[in-house]
């Protein structure tokens, strides 16, 4: 079944691929966000949206599908990648590392604003608390 869902995702029908994307988490859920993420890129709405609450279904386990997707040239997809991130709360996790390294975390810090342009507008967002110490944005 979960392959027969894989090959739907590349359907020409969007409710198809929609659909196709719900059906692969509920029966796969983490190994399935490498195939789902793809689809934050999708030409239509609904199958994007299919896609980013798959992955947030997924949780933290989508991390690794996600990120790469935050420098993709399509603005749906980096925009659906910093939701995705957002709404997992893996942002916090991400900047972690990087608090001790100011050029690291300015990195960080403009990769996400630039993929959450309407989400993170401005270089703050709650979630960019450290241990008590905000990444001030640049």
């Known amino acids: 079944a979960a392959d027969a869902a894989r090959r739907l995702l590349a359907d020409a029908v969007p409710f198809v691929r929609a659909h196709a994307a719900r059906t692969l988490v509920r029966l796969q859920h983490a190994t399935a966000a490498a195939d789902i993420a793809p689809l934050l890129a999708d030409a239509d709405w609904w199958v994007r949206q299919a896609a980013k609450e798959g992955l947030l279904a997924i949780g933290i386990d989508a991390l690794p599908a996600v990120m ?71």
Do not use: C, M, Y
């Open 68 to 138: 790469p997707l935050l420098e993709s040239p399509d603005r749906f997809a980096r925009n659906g990648a910093a939701d995705v991130l957002q709404g997992n709360g893996a942002i916090p996790q991400l900047l972690a590392p990087a608090a001790h390294d100011g050029e690291a975390a300015a990195a960080l810090r403009q990769k996400l604003t630039h993929a959450g342009e309407r989400n993170l507008a401005g270089g703050r967002h709650p979630s960019w608390q450290i241990a008590g110490t905000e990444l001030e944005a640049s």
